[in-house]
């Protein structure tokens, strides 16, 4: 390997006495090129973001540099100070954040957000700024860029928004570009157009790269060497091929062997019974526009019609804008649909009056993609559980009774019941959502992306434990995802949506094997690391 561009040395981060463990990192070495791609993977609190915002300058106030040295060609950053380290960030150093609607300004008009970064280093004159505006958006592969620099970050989708914040990183050519989970909220097409698009501006450009992820798929695609962190301690780092074939730490065994695989595991037999839940051309338009506004109309659903049987699981996969989440707000009467209908149970539920429906609601629930916000953080979380059946006439006493038991059920300790929401990992917090969701006994449980912001092997308790479940209880579940990997081995048969319509739909097994349609066959296609977890789970 040449000279690194990043080189870090026994860096330790210490965390306030509060915390769980001394150090947030421990002793870390590590280097990368120009034109070299490292990605450091671990699980949530492995290290892994504190390890980017150390080399950025940018820890918590109760986070402290205990000891190491960052350097970045060969200038000793932990030097620097605020005043210096803001000459660097940006000039020398790039970053993509995993989120960028929160990391755009949103009453800002996008040219002017990248002509920004510009005026911030006295760089270029107003006419050079925004024709590099422009040449950026269009090396980003964003379409018409003089449209671009005119709309605000809420009138793109989240790949558009991605797209510009990878240009905004690499307005001033930086040596080393930092990406911090950049793709975890993606469809996987987009994902593999931002993953392809990192990689050439890297080969184009000889950038160093340091990419974050708990994605080993995208390890798979995109790595040059791993570094693979547990608890704040480097365990393991190598060549991407060696540590992927041949791990040596047990712990990287672990993460490796709780990738979902592409291989959907061998098809169960459901019960053949009458649907829990079906729905008959089911159609929602969305329309903007006022006194002088042209109106548009959009097609979220058109002609969507499905059945789920009790102990079954259906899958609603696409891409991102293709009406997934909008069949399942529908499901519920979280939005209003236009047209079709929607029984559940034999009952038609789709015209019922708010008061009517209110009665039928306990036996349709929901697991949202973040438990965090969808919790009430005031309040307890026995409280938060027993809220629904108290709601629903039940004794507070036994709603609480019963909320405890179910935190016994999704692998918590009753005691869990008199702590608050922020007092749990993520992973707990969706075990809590579950339960929440199973307060009323429903016989329907419509997880929306409820593990797609978890790490790997988190993910893979949460499968298991939603299988459990559904084995135990022979509830019906909706499971609406962009990751095929874990549609392939929690589904039993698959619905594919591409612009508002269900354009395939089969058992898992045939689907994966088999695609009919041209989108189905592109969206397996781009699976990220697709051949390196091909095993069976």
Do not use: W
């Amino acid at each position: 390997m040449s000279e690194p561009i990043l080189k870090v040395e026994r860096l330790s981060l210490s965390l306030p006495s509060v915390a769980d463990r001394a150090f947030a990192l421990k002793d870390a070495s590590f280097g990368i090129a120009a034109g070299e791609t490292l990605c450091v993977v671990g699980e949530s609190g492995s290290g892994k973001s504190m390890t980017a915002h150390a080399v950025m300058g940018l820890l918590p106030p109760a986070v402290k540099v205990a000891g190491g040295s960052i350097r970045l060609g060969g200038r000793e950053l932990l030097e620097l100070g605020d005043r210096g380290m803001r000459q660097v960030r940006g000039r020398h150093i790039g970053m993509i954040f995993q989120e960028p609607m929160t990391s755009l300004n949103p009453l800002m008009r996008i040219g002017d957000q990248i002509r920004e970064m510009f005026e911030a280093h006295g760089a270029l004159d107003a006419g050079a700024r925004q024709k590099r505006a422009l040449d950026l958006i269009e090396e980003v592969g964003l379409p018409d860029p003089a449209r671009i620099v005119r709309v605000y970050p809420h009138q793109l989708s989240g790949g558009q928004r991605q797209r510009v914040m990878i240009a905004m990183a690499l307005a001033l050519e930086p040596k080393l570009l930092i990406a911090d989970e950049p793709t975890t909220a993606l469809d996987v097409t987009t994902q593999a157009q931002i993953l392809k698009l990192v990689d050439r501006l890297r080969s184009d450009h000889g950038t160093a790269v340091l990419f974050i992820t708990h994605d080993f798929g995208v390890v798979a695609e995109i790595a040059d060497r791993i570094v693979v962190l547990q608890n704040g301690e480097i365990c393991e780092t190598g060549k991407t091929a060696d540590v992927l074939r041949a791990p040596q730490h047990d712990y990287t065994r672990k993460l490796i062997a709780a990738v979902p695989s592409i291989t959907p595991p061998q098809p169960r037999t459901v019960e053949q019974a009458a649907p829990a839940l079906k729905v008959d051309g089911l159609a929602k338009t969305y329309r903007s526009g006022g006194f002088f506004t042209k109106g548009r109309e959009v097609k979220a659903v058109d002609d969507v019609s499905f059945e789920i049987r009790p102990g079954e699981t259906l899958g609603l996969v696409g891409e991102s804008g293709s009406g997934k989440s909008t069949v399942g707000r529908c499901c519920l009467r979280l939005i209003e649909p236009d047209d079709g209908t929607i029984r559940l149970e034999a009952v038609e539920i789709q015209a019922m009056t708010q008061r009517t429906l209110r009665p039928h609601r306990a036996r349709i629930q929901m697991i949202f993609q973040d438990p965090y916000a969808s919790l009430n953080p005031r309040r307890s979380v026995g409280r938060i559980i027993a809220e629904g059946p108290i709601a629903q006439g039940v004794d507070k006493k036994a709603a609480m009774a019963r909320a405890r038991e179910l935190l016994d059920l999704v692998g918590l300790t009753p005691g869990a019941a008199d702590r608050y929401p922020h007092e749990f990992s993520g992973g707990q917090r969706q075990r809590i959502g579950i339960a929440r969701a199973l307060a009323l006994d429903p016989k329907v449980l419509i997880a929306d992306e409820a593990v797609s912001a978890l790490d790997v092997s988190v993910q893979a308790q949460i499968l298991d434990l939603i299988r459990d479940i559904q084995n135990r209880l022979g509830v019906a579940i909706l499971f609406i995802t962009h990751d095929l990997r874990v549609a392939a081995q929690i589904c039993d048969r698959i619905a594919v949506m591409q612009r508002g319509r269900i354009v395939e739909l089969g058992s898992t097994t045939e689907l994966f094997a088999n695609p009919s349609h041209d989108y189905t066959r592109k969206l397996l296609a781009a699976v990220p690391g697709r051949d390196a977890f091909a095993h069976a789970n």
